[in-house]
């Protein structure tokens, strides 16, 4: 059973994290060009980066959803590994790269040099870590790969937990949650998870289990009024995106879970339930989106940047050729004074956005997935079927 509404979340969370990044890049280039101007997308959208805390609870409650019909035992746990790093690094792989090949023709070098140098970071550590999301000093090539870093470190413990009963999986999840919770107040993590002992108990994670319990109580027909639990979600998400205005270094780690995990969770759970009880009809655009948002997230950045790139170099070029278009150049050099710059580079990198993680989802990840899954199939016949959802309990709430 496919969820229409948990791909939409996808789809508003992937925005988010979209209009956070417009923001940041406008509000850079307003300043580099001396300009007073507000950036025009700001306000709540400069915490747009709660989309990621949506991404993390959303996995956890697939993660649960998934894997309703397992049996304990070494060879499920494994097929479920298979399949999560099958979703995660082939694509990864693919964006990661080209993010090394952009970064080389416009500065020279694929890596920044300085930036390693500062933290004492080889290039061949940097390369390697980054590929294989292993948690060090500095962000990943293409730098949004640190929040893969969380999700493959929860995959990998959710797969220890696939060894044991499903009935004792409330128990474990607890435990971690209270583990990671003390490790957390204890210092021992940080603002980001710089190795493997900060990302264990980076709060985090925290959110990853909030939706595993979300699963949970779904999936057991533990569904209480969705539609006002939806409702309360939404008022509460716009609430801390309006309010919450401290985007400090402990904002990253403690601030962001405490301000933005329990209208994620409440998001989930009452979409989610809403939609198993067919009362509700999510757009079809955002759940296309929500179907291409792991294209989306890993390639918007370029996309954003080649944006801000390109458009002041056609403007150059208009110039050159003699042509008097200054609404037009204006338009093209984000800095410029009026909102016109604005405006063009956020349609054209959400157009530009959208088209490009159409084409690597329809081109790229869809034909991978498919080539993979016949891979797992072949490895892990036997297990194959218990990585499936369990039917949906009725509703006993």
Avoid at 38 to 58: E, H, Q, S
Avoid at 313 to 335: H, K, N, Q, W, Y
Wanted: with cysteine; proline share 5%.
């Amino acid at each position: 059973m496919k969820l229409h509404s948990i791909q939409a979340l996808r789809g508003v969370a992937v925005l988010l994290v979209f209009l956070f990044h417009v923001s940041a890049m406008e509000s850079a280039a307003l300043a580099a060009a001396g300009s007073p101007e507000t950036p025009l997308v700001a306000g709540l959208w400069t915490n747009g980066y709660v989309g990621v805390d949506l991404f993390f609870v959303i996995s956890g409650f697939i993660m649960v959803f998934v894997t309703g019909l397992v049996s304990p035992s070494a060879k499920t746990s494994a097929a479920f590994m298979f399949a999560r790093i099958a979703r995660i690094y082939p694509l990864w792989w693919i964006f990661a790269v080209l993010a090394m090949l952009a970064f080389w023709f416009s500065t020279g070098a694929p890596l920044n040099e300085e930036r390693l140098a500062l933290h004492g970071v080889s290039e061949g550590q940097h390369i390697l870590s980054s590929l294989f999301l292993i948690p060090h000093p500095v962000y990943p090539v293409l730098s949004v790969g640190w929040t893969l870093i969380h999700e493959i470190y929860f995959y990998f413990v959710f797969a220890a937990f696939l060894l044991v009963p499903r009935r004792y999986l409330p128990g474990l999840l607890a435990v971690w949650a209270v583990i990671v919770a003390i490790g957390a107040y204890a210092g021992l993590s940080g603002p980001v998870a710089t190795d493997v002992l900060s990302l264990i108990f980076h709060p985090m994670t925290l959110e990853f289990i909030l939706g595993a319990f979300t699963g949970l109580l779904v999936v057991n027909g533990r569904r209480w009024k969705p539609g006002l639990i939806a409702l309360i979600g939404t008022i509460w998400m716009i609430a801390a995106l309006t309010l919450q205005g401290d985007n400090d270094a402990a904002m990253l780690g403690w601030g962001r879970v405490m301000w933005f995990a329990m209208p994620c969770a409440l998001l989930v759970y009452g979409f989610a339930s809403l939609d198993i009880a067919g009362r509700v009809k999510m757009p079809s655009a955002l759940v296309d989106l929500g179907d291409w948002s792991y294209a989306f997230y890993l390639s918007h950045m370029l996309t954003l940047k080649s944006v801000e790139a390109l458009s002041p170099m056609a403007a150059d070029a208009l110039e050159t050729s003699g042509i008097d278009a200054p609404v037009i150049t204006g338009m093209l050099r984000i800095g410029s004074p009026g909102l016109a710059d604005n405006l063009f580079f956020l349609v054209s990198g959400l157009m530009l956005a959208i088209i490009v993680s159409w084409l690597a989802y329809r081109f790229i990840e869809k034909p991978l997935l498919r080539q993979l899954g016949k891979a797992r199939t072949a490895l892990f016949a036997s297990s194959n079927e218990q990585l499936r959802p369990s039917p949906i309990r009725a509703a006993i709430w």
